[in-house]
C-alpha cells in the first residue's frame, strides 16, 4: 500500500499518526508533502528546488495560452518571458501567478513590472486553497506557522539579498547571538530559507521572499538591523582591503563578491540614513570594483555618498575621495579623477596627517601625467618621496620609483625607465606587496616592447600576468592583454594581435576600464593593420571578442587556440570575475 498525504504540515499531530502506523501496521509505504520534515526514522527528505529556466518556462506558456490561447513566442516574448521566470526565481505559483496576467499586460509589461512581486502576483485560480491564491497569502501562512525567534530572523533576511551565513546572521539579528541555530533551522525546514548552491555555508532566499522579510522589517527594528548590517560590512571591507594588494588575493576578492549583493543594498540604505557609515563601505570596498569590473557601479555609488556625506567628518571624506578618485582615473574619466584626488590632497593637508598626505600626492600625479602634464606629475611624485622617506615608508619610496620610471617612459627616456622599474620590482620582490611587483614588472614590459626587445619583454609581461591572472583581476587582464598584442606585433603574429585586441575591446566595453586607450598602453599601428586586413580583421577581432577571460588569457601564454567559437557568444564575462578557480593553481606555475 502507498499512502500519500498531501500538505501535512496543516495538521498538528501528523507526524505522530504517520508514526504510530509505521510502528503498528508495517509495510505501507508514505508519501508526505510539508512545508517541515516530519523527523522520523527512516524518512527520507527530497527537498523540491524552483523550476529550472526551460521548466519554468513551459509553465509559464501553458498557464498563459489558458489565458490568451493565441499566445505565439517570437525571439523578443521568448527573452520577455525568460526575465519573468528569472525574476520570480523559477517558483511554481509565481509563475502560474505571473502568467494569469497575460489578459491584461503584454510580456515585456509584466516583466517590468517585477520589481514588486506581492503587487503584481495576484488572482490566482479561485479553486485553489485561499493560500494558495497569491504569493503574499502564501508566505503570510509560512509565516504564522513561525515562533518568536524564527520571525526576528526572518524580518532580518529582508537586509540580505546576497545570502547570509550563520555568523553573519549572529551579528545583524536582535537579541541573543548564541540562539539562532534552532530558528535557523525552522526557517530551512520551511522553506524560506535555503542552503546556498554547492554546500556552501550560506542560507540564501527568493526574492518574493525577502520582499514579504522587509515588509516584516519595516514593522519592527527595520533601522536597527540595517545599521547592524552596515557595520558589519564595513568592518569586512576594511579587513579585505589591505589584502587585495597581497601575493593571495583572491581569497578576499571571493568574500567580497559573496558579499556584493549585500553590499549594495547596505550602501542605498546607509547612503540616506548614515552617510560616514556609507563611506566605510565604499572606500574599503573600491578597489574590489576595479579588479573585478564594476567601476561604472563604484563610481555612482561613491558619487551618492559624496552628495550626502557631511564636510566636518574629514578621516570619511578623504577615504571616499581617495576611492572616487581611483575609480574616476580606471575609467580615464580624468577630470573627475584630478578633482577627486586634489580634495583628498586638501584633506591631507588641512589635517597634518603625513601619511595621508604622501597617499594623496602620490595618487594626483596619475591623473596630472594622464593628461599629459608631465612637469606638473613630476614635482608631485617628487613632493609624495619627500614624505614617505620622512616617515621611512619603503613601499612607498619603491611605488614612487615606479611613478618615476612611467613618466620617464612618456619621455621616452627609456633607458631611465628601465633602470627605474627594474629598481622598483627589485624593492617590491624583496617586500610582501606583490600588487605593486606585478604592476612595476608590467611597466617594465612595457619598456622593453617599445625598445622592441621581444625576449625580456615576455619574461616580465608573463611573469606579472601571472601574478593578476589568478585572483580574475579584470583592470590588469585588460592593459596585460593589450601589452601581449603589442608582443605579437613583435612576434610577426597578426593574428594573435588582432584577437588579442578583440579581448581587450569586449573586456572594456563590459567593465568600463577605459584607461587601456592611454598611448602608453597602445598597440602600435593598430588602425593600419586592420585597415590592410579588411573583412578578415572583423573576423579575428570576433573570434578574440568570444573566448571567456580565462581563454584570454592562456591564449596571450600560446595555451590555448580558439576554434569553432560562434562569434559575440560569451560563456563567461569579464564582470562574472575573470579566471575559474581551477586553472589558478596552473597560472601561478
Known sequence: MLLILDNLEQFEHGAQVVEKLLRTAPGPRVLATSRRPLRLRGEQQYPLEPLTREAAVDQFVERARAVRPGLRLGEQERAAVERIVDGVDGLPLAVELAAARVGTLSLTQIADRLGSQLRLLVSGPRDLPGRQ?????????????????????????????????????????????????????ELLDQGLLRRGPDGSDRFVTLKVVREFAAEILARGDRADVWHREAVRLADLVEES?????????????????????????????????????????????WRYWQ???????????????????????????????????????????????????????????????PAD???????????????GRLEEATELAERSREVFAGLGDGAGLARVLWLRGVLALLTRDLGTAERLLAEAADRHRAGTDAFHL???????????????????????????????????????????????????????????EVRLVGAVRRIKQLTGTEIVDHPVNAVSGLEET??????????????????????????????????????????????????????RDSLRS
Open 133 to 185: 491564491q497569491t504569493v503574499r497569502s502564501t508566505l503570510q501562512w509560512s509565516y504564522d506557522l513561525l515562533d518568536e525567534p524564527a520571525r526576528r530572523v526572518f524580518a532580518a533576511l529582508a537586509v540580505f539579498p546576497g545570502g547570509a551565513t550563520l555568523e553573519a546572521l549572529e551579528q545583524v539579528v536582535p537579541g541573543d547571538p548564541g540562539e539562532l541555530d534552532l530558528p535557523v533551522e
Open 241 to 285: 582591503a589591505p589584502q587585495l594588494t597581497t601575493a593571495e588575493p583572491a581569497e578576499a576578492l571571493d568574500r567580497l563578491r559573496a558579499e556584493h549583493d549585500n553590499v549594495r543594498a547596505a550602501l542605498v540604505v546607509a547612503t540616506e540614513h548614515e552617510p560616514a557609515l556609507a563611506a566605510r563601505i565604499a572606500a574599503g570596498v
Open 291 to 353: 579588479m573585478r569590473g564594476h567601476l561604472r557601479e563604484g563610481r555612482a555609488a561613491l558619487e551618492a555618498v559624496r552628495d550626502h556625506l557631511p564636510a566636518d567628518d574629514p578621516r570619511a571624506c578623504f577615504a571616499l575621495y581617495t576611492a572616487l578618485g581611483g575609480v574616476a582615473y580606471w575609467q580615464r574619466d580624468l577630470p573627475a579623477g584630478e578633482a577627486a584626488y586634489a580634495a583628498a590632497v586638501r584633506l591631507a593637508e588641512q589635517s597634518g596627517d
Open 357 to 371: 598626505l604622501a597617499e594623496g600626492l602620490y595618487n594626483l600625479s596619475f591623473a596630472i601625467w594622464q593628461q
Open 438 to 496: 606585478g604592476w612595476s614588472l608590467r611597466m617594465l614590459g612595457r619598456t622593453y616592447l617599445l625598445q622592441g626587445r621581444a625576449d625580456d619583454a615576455r619574461e616580465r609581461l608573463v611573469e606579472s600576468l601571472r601574478l593578476f591572472a589568478p585572483s580574475g583581476d579584470v583592470s590588469a587582464l585588460v592593459l596585460h592583454l593589450a601589452d601581449f598584442a603589442m608582443l605579437a606585433v613583435l612576434d610577426g603574429d597578426v593574428e594573435r
Open 530 to 583: 586592420l585597415t590592410r586586413l579588411g573583412p578578415e580583421a572583423d573576423r579575428l577581432l570576433a573570434e578574440g571578442a568570444a573566448m571567456t577571460d580565462d581563454e584570454a588569457v592562456r591564449y596571450a601564454l600560446h595555451e590555448f587556440q580558439p576554434v569553432g567559437r560562434h562569434p559575440g557568444v560569451h560563456p563567461r564575462t569579464a564582470a562574472d570575475d575573470g579566471i575559474r578557480p581551477d586553472l
